[in-house]
Every structure is written in C-alpha cells, then in structure tokens.
C-alpha cells in the first residue's frame, strides 16, 4: 500500500500554504489508490502547543479531507536515538559536546521530481550536521528521514522551500540503508506582487478564513487551483470531484500567486450554489458565533432573509452589516443615504401606507403593482418613492430588491419602519 503523509509543526495554526500542501497530498493518495497520514512534528517542545495541534485538526476536517493514522514525533524521541547510535557504531556519525553530527558522504545526488523533473545536486553547503541535538531533541532533516522509512512514506510531497533539504535527506536515508522515496516539490503560493505570502496578502489561519465566513467547500476549491487546474478553464470544482481527475505530475512548476479577490468570487458562487436550506443552517450558526441574533427568529423568517441576500454576498462575515436590519430595529440612517431624504414626502409616504395596509397577500408582486400605482396616481416616478423607501426600511441608499425586501420584512415592519421616516421628517427622531 504506497501511502502520503502531511506534516504540519504545531507552532502555530494552519495557514494557506500548509493547507495547500495537506490537500495535494490527500489528492495524490486518491490518484495512486494509497493511504493519506498525519504526522505532527512536535519535536520543538517549548514552542509545539496543543491548541494549535487541535486547531490544524480540526480546520483540515474543516476542510473536508480525512486521515489513516496520525503520528506524534514527541512520542518517538526513542526511536530517533537508536538509529543514530546505530550510525555512530557505524562511523557514520559522532558525538561531540553532547550533540550527535552526521558526516555526509556526498556525491552528486539525482532525483526524478515527480513536478519538477530530473533535478541533480551537486554540491552541499557543509559536511556535517547536528541529527541529535544536546537536549537529545532530533533534528527536522534526520527525524523527518526516519520516520518516512518506517512510516513506508512513498512518495514526499511539500512545498519547494524544502528542496533544498532533499539531499542531505537522500543521504540519511542511504546511511540508515532506508529506500528512497520519490519527491514532488509544490510550487511557492505568492502574494499578488510575486513575493513571499504575508498575512496583508492571505498568510492568515484556515481557522481566520472560517471566522469571516468563507465556506469549507469554496475555500478548499481555491486551494485546489494555487497549482492544478480540472482544465477547459474550470474554476469551480468539488474535492469528490478533483479527487477523480487529479493527477500530481500536472501540478504546475512556477507559483502561485494568491487573489482575495478570486477567492472572494469563489465563495460567492459557492453561496449562490448552496442549497437555501443548508446555506441558512451555515448562515444561522455562524451568526450565533458573532452573537448577532439575540432574538427569538423563526426558520422560515431566517430562510427568506438569507434568501434574500444568497446572491448579494461574498462571505457569510457580509451579513453582519447588510443583513442587520432584517433582524434588528436599531439600525441608523447612513450618512451616505440622508441625501435621499432632502424632499419630505410625509403626504405621499403616508398614502403609501394606506394602500400596503390593505394589501392581503404581502407577496413582492402585489407590493409592486400597489406601489407603483400610488406613484403614477400621486403624479411621481416610482423612483421618486423607492429610494427614500429603501432608506427607511435599511438604512441604506442600495440593497436587494426592494419590493422582495419589504415582502421578507412583512407587512407590519414595513409600516412601522415607514412611520418612523415621517416621524424623521418632523424631527421627531434621530437618522
């Protein structure tokens, strides 16, 4: 059974490039019909933490993928220290102050990358390194070296900043008499200026991308293309989906740069795609998470709300602001939309009133034709009424549709929300 390993070091929460590289690996194990595995390499004990162990579990599930196994490399200090006696009795390594040094015997090393192609190495920087530290910690290279031996690691997929780390690791594994495992260097995931990924440009956590209100499944797709495309210029794709048609070798060599703005178009068709049932059961969990609904909503008010606004919004963190007056009475009049309410129409707004109050099926299409009606008949545009409307009923100048807007809102917040605007134009309450 050839198997694939993600490797993540748990000093800190997981972030978009070793998500990445956690989702080709777990794609690869599905193209070559083998087993995906976690390794936590928590060696660096002072600054591993068990909230970021939990965290990068729980955001790669997040992410839709699964595990065989999962290994802790704090548990296997033993295993470390007998294989680097062993090559010390071999005179393949010594112990000096402490620490344990591996003597390379190097000549030139090639590799077949199964991205990149045939890459030769030709030199080494030095000719000796720390395996065992004075601590008795392994290092990265020698611990990394063992445990894809005997966890039968068959192939090495991580980004190409460890490229570099091939060699002196090709060398271990020949020391310890290990077969070599094939290697396949991911391309770098670059800011939108070509250079190293910051968190301005989208270094950030999975955990922060999940707290804004991205889904799982549109976040998981935008990691699929920082490197691999479905082709015929498919840009939205399922992980079920790629799991049938990705292949390794077709992973690009150059970077990737990263684009909010792309991800952001992802999640907003992803939003337009869900199911409305489901979307709303993501959309009401996540705002009980921010503490925005304090009060008793109905499911199927909650349903039409988000409904309204499925095809407005990028990410589910967009509700918070354009949502609110749908749930919430308090809202203001924005500065931006005061200048729609320069003309008092308190005669006109209070014939409106009249006429929705007598409407009984609150439907968008019976609003529409009232509305309209008592426009043409008081001499106006209906444009004339549906900005300072929209204004009263939101607080904003833009927004869905109005006439399906006041069909969610009912009949009696409407009203109320329309009396409050003559009061406004008395000056008998605050914008």
């Given at each position: 059974?050839?198997?694939?390993?993600?490797?993540?070091?748990?000093?800190?929460?997981?972030?978009?490039?070793?998500?990445?590289?956690?989702?080709?690996?777990?794609?690869?194990?599905?193209e070559?019909?083998?087993?995906?595995?976690?390794?936590?390499?928590?060696?660096?004990?002072?600054?591993?933490?068990?909230e970021?162990?939990?965290?990068?579990?729980?955001?790669?599930?997040?992410l839709?993928?699964?595990?065989?196994?999962?290994?802790?490399?704090?548990?296997?200090?033993?295993?470390?220290?007998?294989?680097?006696?062993?090559?010390?009795?071999?005179?393949?390594?010594?112990?000096?102050?402490?620490?344990?040094?591996?003597?390379?015997?190097?000549?030139?090393?090639?590799i077949?990358?199964?991205?990149?192609?045939?890459?030769?190495?030709?030199?080494?920087?030095?000719?000796?390194?720390?395996?065992?530290?004075?601590?008795?910690?392994p290092?990265?290279?020698?611990?990394?070296?063992?445990?894809?031996?005997?966890?039968?690691i068959?192939?090495?997929?991580?980004?190409?900043?460890?490229?570099?780390?091939?060699?002196?690791?090709?060398?271990?594994?020949?020391?310890?008499d290990?077969?070599?495992?094939?290697?396949?260097?991911?391309?770098?995931i670059?800011?939108?200026?070509?250079?190293?990924?910051?968190?301005?440009?989208?270094?950030?956590?999975?955990?922060?991308?999940?707290?804004?209100?991205?889904?799982?499944?549109?976040?998981?797709?935008?990691?699929?293309?920082?490197?691999?495309?479905?082709?015929?210029?498919?840009?939205?794709?399922?992980?079920?989906?790629?799991?049938?048609?990705?292949?390794?070798?077709?992973?690009?060599?150059?970077?990737?740069?990263?684009?909010?703005?792309?991800?952001?178009?992802?999640?907003?068709?992803?939003?337009?795609?869900?199911?409305?049932?489901?979307?709303s059961?993501?959309?009401?969990?996540?705002?009980?998470?921010k503490?925005?609904?304090?009060?008793?909503?109905?499911?199927?008010?909650?349903?039409?709300?988000?409904?309204?606004f499925?095809?407005?919004?990028?990410?589910?963190?967009?509700?918070?602001?354009?949502?609110?007056?749908?749930?919430?009475?308090?809202?203001?009049?924005?500065?931006?939309?005061?200048?729609?309410?320069?003309?008092?129409?308190?005669?006109?707004?209070?014939?409106?009133?009249?006429?929705?109050?007598?409407?009984?099926?609150?439907?968008?299409?019976?609003?529409?034709?009232?509305?309209?009606?008592v426009?043409?008949?008081?001499?106006?545009?209906?444009?004339?009424?549906?900005?300072?409307?929209?204004?009263?009923?939101?607080?904003?100048?833009v927004?869905?549709?109005?006439?399906?807007?006041?069909?969610?809102?009912?009949?009696?917040?409407?009203?109320?929300?329309?009396?409050?605007?003559?009061?406004?134009?008395?000056?008998?309450?605050?914008?």
């Open positions: 059974m050839k198997r694939v390993r993600f490797a993540p070091s748990p000093t800190g929460y997981l972030h978009i490039g070793g998500a990445r590289t956690c989702l080709f690996n777990w794609l690869y194990a599905k070559i019909n083998g087993e995906f595995i976690l390794r936590i390499e928590d060696t660096d004990v002072e600054r591993s933490k068990k970021y162990v939990d965290e990068i579990l729980e955001s790669i599930k997040w839709g993928m699964d595990w065989k196994q999962i290994y802790y490399q704090s548990q296997r200090f033993d295993i470390y220290q007998n294989y680097a006696e062993k090559l010390i009795k071999e005179n393949k390594a010594y112990r000096k102050d402490g620490a344990v040094f591996f003597k390379y015997n190097f000549d030139s090393i090639k077949n990358d199964l991205i990149r192609g045939e890459i030769i190495f030709r030199e080494l920087p030095k000719n000796e390194e720390v395996i065992i530290k004075s601590n008795n910690s290092t990265y290279n020698f611990c990394c070296c063992v445990d894809d031996a005997l966890m039968e068959s192939c090495v997929v991580r980004g190409e900043d460890h490229i570099s780390n091939t060699p002196k690791q090709i060398l271990i594994y020949r020391a310890l290990f077969p070599e495992p094939e290697f396949a260097h991911l391309p770098l670059l800011s939108p200026q070509g250079g190293r990924l910051s968190k301005r440009f989208g270094a950030t956590s999975i955990r922060e991308y999940k707290n804004q209100g991205y889904l799982s499944s549109a976040l998981s797709n935008y990691l699929l293309l920082l490197g691999w495309s479905p082709g015929k210029n498919q840009e939205t794709i399922s992980l079920n989906e790629a799991a049938k048609c990705f292949k390794i070798r077709s992973v690009n060599k150059t970077g990737a740069a990263f684009s909010i703005e792309k991800m952001d178009w992802i999640n907003s068709e992803y939003i337009k795609n869900e199911d409305l049932k489901s979307l059961s993501l959309a009401a969990d996540f705002l009980k998470e503490g925005f609904l304090t009060e008793n909503i109905s499911k199927d008010y909650f349903e039409k709300v988000i409904g309204l499925k095809g407005r919004i990028k990410k589910l963190n967009d509700l918070l602001d354009s949502a609110y007056f749908c749930f919430y009475d308090n809202y203001k009049y924005s500065d931006n939309a005061l200048s729609v309410l320069s003309k008092d129409l308190t005669e006109e707004v209070n014939v409106l009133i009249g006429k929705l109050s007598l409407i009984d099926d609150f439907s968008s299409q019976g609003i529409e034709k009232e509305f309209r009606d426009a043409s008949s008081l001499g106006l545009k209906a444009r004339d009424l549906v900005h300072p409307v929209r204004v009263a009923l939101t607080g904003e100048k927004g869905p549709g109005l006439f399906e807007t006041m069909e969610v809102l009912g009949k009696q917040k409407v009203t109320s929300r329309l009396e409050k605007l003559i009061n406004y134009w008395k000056g008998g309450c605050d914008a």
